[in-house]
């Protein structure tokens, strides 16, 4: 029996994707579209873009070799070999997109258009190797953006560091075989060690 198309209001599963080296299609070159491109190249991604009209920055970034644009309408075959599909067009393009995508087992990323969407963007922040990533599931892109906000306000400014020990203790740990339930506690005290040494060189 085939199952139903997901609906907005099924709960999410939180994911990562390594995108390096794989196929993304965007369809649509406006503004939005070139934000979302930006985004995919520096994730690596091999993205091609389909719309009738292209920005003048994607251009540029065409010309220079890293992305390929195709001046037309979407079509399904755009979607063959594609990983992820970002629909950054007109309401009823991403809705053909999203069910051309369905029938492929592709995930679509329709911006602003909850009905399309199988999958949400996030506001994201990024620091020292941490990356934190907030969703309303697609209800409000404008809370995830402001909750971000908010939580890069209150993260430390040495979360590098924080990461460099996190790395270093973990590593320790699988070669001295500690079950993972008991790590958090022990990364813990390890995290204090690095305000206990400088609180020693600051009273030196």
């Known amino acids: 029996m085939p199952s139903s198309p997901p609906s907005s209001a099924d709960p999410l599963y939180p994911l990562f994707l390594k995108l390096a080296g794989r196929k993304v299609l965007v369809v649509g070159g406006g503004k939005v579209a070139t934000a979302k491109v930006r985004a995919l190249l ?14 003048p920055a994607l251009g540029e970034l065409a010309a220079a070799g890293k992305l390929a644009v195709a001046r037309r309408g979407f079509e399904p075959a755009d979607l063959d070999g594609a990983w992820l599909v970002v629909a950054a067009a007109p309401p009823e393009v991403a809705a053909v997109v999203a069910q051309a995508a369905e029938a492929r087992r592709v995930f679509v990323l329709a911006v602003d ?57 973990r590593a320790a740990w699988r070669e001295a075989g500690v079950p993972i339930e008991d790590r958090r506690p022990l990364l813990l005290r390890a995290l204090d060690g690095i305000y206990d040494g400088r609180k020693s060189r600051g009273s030196t």
């Open 42 to 55: 520096d994730a690596g991604a091999t993205v091609l873009v389909v719309a009738p009209a292209a920005s």
């Open 113 to 169: 258009d909850v009905a399309a969407a199988s999958a949400y963007g996030a506001g994201t922040l990024r620091r020292g190797g941490v990356t934190i990533a907030v969703s309303t599931g697609g209800r409000a892109p404008a809370l995830a953006g402001l909750l971000r906000e908010g939580l890069e306000a209150v993260l430390p400014d040495d979360l590098d560091a924080w990461a460099d020990v996190a790395e270093r203790q």
